[in-house]
């Protein structure tokens, strides 16, 4: 039976499902792929730490370099969430010709090109299929599966905490804060949520999933980013009434050589698939030019869903020994396409007098905005709600016309704009 040496840089949550998975479902692994994972080294800040896994203690380290320089070593899993160290510990241990397992979805985002480099050198492998959706098996898919497709359209939910609140929004009427508040309390949210409610998270993730669905580098820079922070309770309500529902999706695709990627609040039909996603869970939809439409749909986080991606990377990883199956990107110079066409939303506070309607739907038209629906609202104290659904239209037509709107004295306030996808 093959042996594999592993080292687990971390022991937090993840590092905990992993242990678990190794340890209680060890001897599947044993009898289904033919090899002993032995954890030889874990790398944790206090190994006086009080844990809940049950650990030999003998193994703990709080020295990296033990483990990256232990010639027993074959395999290196990194959680510990981050930039720094874990690209750092990342690089190196690509450098010694270690394979490498990760969750980091950050570190991968940002350094895809130097650690492929690393590991296109030394032989290594790189796995990450658990940096993207959890327990979902997306990245294998992208690699392994869909060579043969030229892939047009990728549009997930990829941040559980975003799917959460606006589920308890959407589901209990809940306003932004209170729907945060109890995520917070039930863990699907950080004591710090910026990462989450700004749509950061969700960014890094695209980043990988686009470079992968397209075969080009799509830079975390390249990719426009929007949270949820300003969905209303109103929003929710009037997107359900024209027969809708609001989801924090990232978008990508590809089109007439040009490449448009976007994290943004979205309003999708009640109809589509995506809408029906709740809670913390995730789904991701891909449209391949042969294989048509596919819908990847599981667990986006969590201990033990993640730890059973990062296991099977482990396993791929010592099936492969130390050859380093790289992605090969297209060398052309990457088109980004920043004035997409989409249809929109948007919700106007305006004074209920004659005329107003007319002037606002002459300045959309002024900007070569066609009109699909308009419903009014009167709010009390001589002010009216008008909700817009347009046709398809520019990025920079609606932009320009919201500007001029803003700047009518009839007008109180643009309350909001959300992008359309069917």
Request: glycine share 8%; hydrophobic share 40%; net charge negative.
């Amino acid at each position: 039976m093959k042996k594999v040496g592993l080292a687990m840089l971390g022991l937090g949550t993840i590092g905990s499902g992993v242990f678990k998975v190794l340890k209680e479902n060890g001897d599947i692994i044993r009898a289904r792929e033919g090899m002993d994972i032995e954890i030889k080294k874990i790398l944790v800040r206090d190994k006086n730490k009080k844990r809940n896994v049950d650990v030999d203690k003998s193994i703990l380290t709080d020295d990296p370099s033990e483990i990256i320089n232990d010639e027993g070593i074959d395999i290196i899993a990194e959680f510990m969430g981050g930039e720094n160290p874990a690209f750092t510990l990342i690089r190196d241990a690509l450098r010694k010709g270690k394979s490498v397992v990760t969750a980091n979805k950050e570190v991968i985002a940002k350094y895809w090109d130097e650690l492929e480099e690393e590991a296109e050198k030394s032989g290594a492998g790189l796995y990450f299929e658990a940096s993207v959706a959890g327990g979902i098996p997306i990245i294998k898919p992208l690699r392994r599966s869909l060579q043969a497709n030229n892939i047009v359209k990728i549009m997930g939910i990829i941040n559980g905490t975003t799917n959460y609140i606006l589920t308890r929004m959407s589901e209990e009427g809940k306003s932004f804060e209170e729907a945060l508040l109890e995520a917070q309390r039930l863990g699907y949210a950080e004591p710090d949520p910026t990462a989450d409610i700004e749509g950061y998270d969700a960014r890094y993730k695209l980043s990988i999933l686009s470079t992968l669905c397209f075969r080009n580098r799509v830079t975390i820079d390249k990719i426009h980013c929007e949270g949820i922070t300003r969905i209303s309770p109103d929003d929710i309500r009037y997107a359900k009434e024209l027969g809708y529902g609001i989801k924090l999706l990232a978008i990508a695709k590809k089109h007439d050589g040009k490449i448009e990627a976007r994290v943004h609040p979205t309003f999708i039909p009640l109809s589509h698939p995506l809408t029906a996603v709740r809670d913390s869970y995730n789904a991701i939809f891909i449209q391949g030019d042969m294989v048509g439409d596919l819908m990847f749909y599981g667990r986006g986080a969590g201990d033990l869903p993640t730890a059973s991606a990062i296991v099977s990377d482990i396993i791929t990883a010592a099936q492969n020994g130390g050859t380093h199956h790289s992605v090969r990107l297209d060398e052309d110079k990457t088109v980004f396409e920043d004035n997409w066409k989409n249809e929109y939303y948007m919700r106007l506070v305006v004074l209920d007098k004659p005329g107003v309607l007319a002037e606002i739907a002459g300045i959309f038209g002024r900007h070569n905005v066609s009109l699909d629906s308009v419903m009014q609202k009167l709010r009390g104290n001589d002010n009216a709600t008008i909700i817009f659904i347009t046709h398809t239209a520019c990025e920079k037509w609606i932009h320009d016309a919201l500007d001029e709107i803003r700047r009518s004295p009839s007008v109180i306030s643009v309350e909001s704009m959300i992008r359309v996808e069917r």
